[in-house]
């Protein structure tokens, strides 16, 4: 490695330091190029079979549209009606639980998710999950 600078290094950069434009910041335009889409349900006072169909569909429809993450809103589950029920507990809301476990077993549905998350507390906390869908090769741009 080289301790001295050229004379020729040193005008460059006095040059360079002269100039009035202002260089790109190549960070803001590769997070623009890339195109975040962001969908969200809302499984409030849903059956668990309906909700399971439905978020089924979901997410093999925004796999197709390309969509990054999903934001599944289920609920705290403070409000259920599994009272009634002495099989099912209080402590726990049915969405809250039983979606997540619906997916993780869906084989064919798991194959499109790179990543499940709790919520951050802005898009519902412990009432709420992140879906992070894998990049679809097929999809049309």
Known sequence: MKNKISDKDKKDWENFIRRKEKLINKDLILNKS??????????????????NKKIKEFILENYIQGTN?????????????????PYISKKFGILKNSVPEYINNNLDLMKLISSIEEADIKDGGS???????????????
Request: proline residues 0%; hydrophobic residues 35%; glycine residues 8%.
């Open 34 to 51: 890339i195109n975040k889409k962001i969908k969200s349900i809302d499984l409030h006072g849903l059956t668990l079979d309906v909700a």
């Open 69 to 85: 993450k999903l934001i599944i809103v289920t609920g705290k589950g403070l409000h259920s009606q599994n009272t009634n029920n």
């Open 127 to 141: 009432g709420a999950f992140y879906i992070y869908l894998k990049k679809n090769k097929y999809e049309n741009k």
